[in-house]
């Protein structure tokens, strides 16, 4: 598929994720002017009273984007998941541009300009209204240009708290390693951050004229749009509260996007109530925390990874004890776990198909002669999380020629395909253990617990409506591990659009 071909297959999804991207850096924007421009001129004015508040301003500048939502997450009020915390994010970027130019602006005015109006008999309010601002006006409007530009880039990092914008195209293409999908949310991002620094521009150079009616029609110009932002936004934020609807999550790899599909599909098929898609949101903890929160309501978890990462238990090899216990330890926090799905996804600990084969390969075991010159790379949690590398390590004997590199697991299995790592730990069901011809090593000394995928419900929403308990049971030990293989594959290997893959998926179940 070319990238045409995506955008016009997908028109009715871009349209939505350009509505979402414009109204989170519309809103932003016209918050970040409502506030920064008086700090600014308090700055200009009174630099003393304001430099704690443009010390936080600058503070918050530095911290970097992906930190930034991380730290509000977990915060009442302004935390959560969705556009609350990404338009807070913004405002945060876009008040420093806003206020530094503000304030430059004025400090630029002519003095002799000033002392005049004062010989007129002006007060300061006057002056402010009648001189120093109309003058500082093209200062201040390529600061709110560059405020703008920034909150269209960083807007796309906001699609992994479930914001929305052409960051899901772009994280979603990361996920499925599929360039097409990540220029479809890429292009439209830049080209959108164009025409508003080439629009504002024009704002600019127009206040910067001598003529009066260009420069009422600049400002005009200007404010219609920071408000038709924050309308949209405003719109846009008030919507799903004002709707009956499902939230399904869930994290950012190609077989949870899937399940997340084939549960809001089903949902929509069964009971008719509508879906919210918060997808790809981020790993294990951020979607654990989404579900607690109320940000979410239903997503796919593995046992295991709930049993020893979320609820830190002792490592156990017992199924069925395992998911017992999850379950039970699920309901005391109000979540309900449901039946599993009828698979299960353990770590797979791969190599390339030709080591395995010439070296004799077909245990970890059999990897640690071997490992003291090779290179090991491991997604992110694996490194930290209870089950993951350390332990690993530990029971193994593992030692690499150099600690492990962590990297995105929608990039680790074509690094080991491309020789920049020896040995990762991928998926058992990823289509692309096939594709690049990889080795599944036995896990020979038992070290991973079961992995057995299973929906996470909130219980409060299960109560509301009842029929969704039948749903999500309606899906259980339906899909066998052949089966999410095959669905992964058609995504990495094929780049199939998920939905369309779950689609196919269920209709071949009825």
Known sequence: MTLVEFWRTHAAEVLVLLRQHVTLVGISTFVAVVAGVPIGILAARRPRAAAPIVWLANVAQTIPSL??????????FVGGLGARVAIIVLIL??????????????RSVDRVLIEAGIALGMTPGQLLRAVEMPLALPSIVAGIRVAAVIGVGTATIAAAVGAGGFGEYIFRGLSMVDPIVILAGAIPSALLALTIDASLTLVERAMGSRRNAGRRAAVALLFVMLAAGGVGMGAALLRPSERDVVRVGSKNFTEQIILGELIAQTIETDTGLSVERRLNLGGTFICDRAVRSGDIDVYVEYSGTAHTAIFHQ???????RVFDRVKELYADGGLALMDPLGFENTFAMLVRGDDARKLGLRT????VPHAASWRAGFGYEFLQREDGYPGLARVYGLRFRSPPTAMDLSLIYRALFER????????A???????YDLVMLEDDRHYFPPYDAAPVARAPVLLKHPELRGVLAGLAGRITVADMRRMNHAVDAGHRDPADVAREFLAALK
């Open 67 to 76: 930190a930034m939502f991380g730290f509000l997450l977990p915060l009442p």
């Open 93 to 106: 970027y876009a008040l420093l541009p806003i206020i530094r130019t503000t304030a430059a602006g004025l």
């Open 314 to 320: 002792a490592a156990e090899t017992d199924s069925r």
């Open 364 to 367: 970890i075991s059999d990897v």
């Open 429 to 435: 069901t990823s289509g692309l253990i096939e594709a």
């Open 420 to 427: 920049q790592v020896d040995f990762i730990a991928g998926d």
